[in-house]
């Protein structure tokens, strides 16, 4: 059968409308905020290479350019025709394609994580069969049409303050919806059940989170998730691609960044505020992760991603 013309015309108007949106809603290099909580837009012209980053869980849109991620030799494209679904936050290499003649645009939706278990759990009780699959960190998706449409209205209703007041919450959830029963919905959906083996690493990486700037043990998390320490490690590295104590100093070094970037510390400062007892070695640690020094990376992050980064 011959394809519809009105169809793909349709779909190439409503990319077009996608990017210039976008370019509306992020007319600054970096990262731009947004009227919902969560959402932020990306504008970049520079090619970016084998860049350190972690994201937090949610998904990410491109609407103009490429980007991939590099996990454990594993490739995750996001272009105009894929979006990458965070289930899990872990420590990857991301490289890019812009230009100035052609910036990148993305969309970044951080995922409220009450409302993704809220939707998780209705959708787990009104659907017979299991929807939970195995967790993993990062998934790559087609973009699918459904998807796209309500990136589209989100977009829309965000240029529009009194569309934004009435529908914007109810856009972001239905997004929400979109990402959770997709093709990537039942590794993410197991990931917020926190079940099993997978779950108890992920309740571990919520601990992290929450304590990367204190003293600790593995062998206290291994306790906690109810393993063995060899066990845990194994477990551990299968989810996030990292042992504990990699994915621990990743965390702390991608939030001393953060710190740097908005000059309220002093470098000594920040390293003791993310864990480290010693600058000269959070000063170590920074540059083999990032390739550049702590002064170097932040004035990199303030003319690349700018302050939301």
Not at 182 to 187: C, M, R, S
């Amino acid at each position: 059968m011959l394809p519809n013309p009105m169809n793909k015309k349709d779909q190439w108007s409503r990319r077009r409308e996608l990017v210039e949106l976008a370019g509306l809603l992020a007319p600054r290099q970096g990262y731009n905020p947004t009227g919902l909580a969560g959402v932020r837009l990306l504008r970049t012209e520079a090619v970016l290479h084998d860049v350190p980053v972690l994201y937090k869980p949610g998904a990410v849109f491109v609407l103009q350019g490429r980007k991939q991620g590099m996990l454990e030799g594993e490739v995750y494209l996001y272009d105009e025709e894929h979006y990458l679904a965070i289930s899990v936050p872990v420590p990857f290499r991301m490289e890019s394609s812009a230009s100035p003649d052609r910036p990148l645009l993305a969309v970044y939706v951080e995922f409220d994580m009450l409302l993704a278990v809220e939707i998780a759990s209705e959708v787990g009780m009104r659907r017979s069969e299991p929807k939970a699959g195995k967790v993993r960190s990062l998934v790559s998706s087609r973009m699918e049409p459904v998807i796209e449409d309500a990136v589209l209205r989100m977009l829309r209703a965000l240029c529009d303050p009194v569309e934004l007041a009435v529908l914007g919450a109810g856009i972001l959830r239905e997004l929400h919806y979109r990402v959770l029963v997709g093709p990537q919905g039942g590794a993410m959906i197991s990931a917020l059940q926190q079940r099993g083996t997978s779950g108890r690493i992920v309740r571990s990486l919520v601990r992290l989170r929450e304590t990367y700037g204190s003293e600790i043990s593995v062998a206290a998390l291994a306790h906690e998730a109810g393993m063995s320490i060899p066990s845990y490690h194994v477990h551990f590295k299968a989810l996030t691609g990292s042992s504990p104590i990699q994915y621990l100093k990743a965390m702390r070094l991608h939030e001393a960044r953060l710190m740097l970037a908005r000059q309220d510390k002093t470098i000594a400062e920040v390293a003791t505020s993310v864990g480290y007892d010693s600058p000269a070695q959070f000063s170590r640690d920074f540059k083999r992760h990032f390739r550049r020094t702590a002064s170097e990376e932040a004035n990199w992050v303030r003319q690349h991603l700018g302050e939301l980064a």
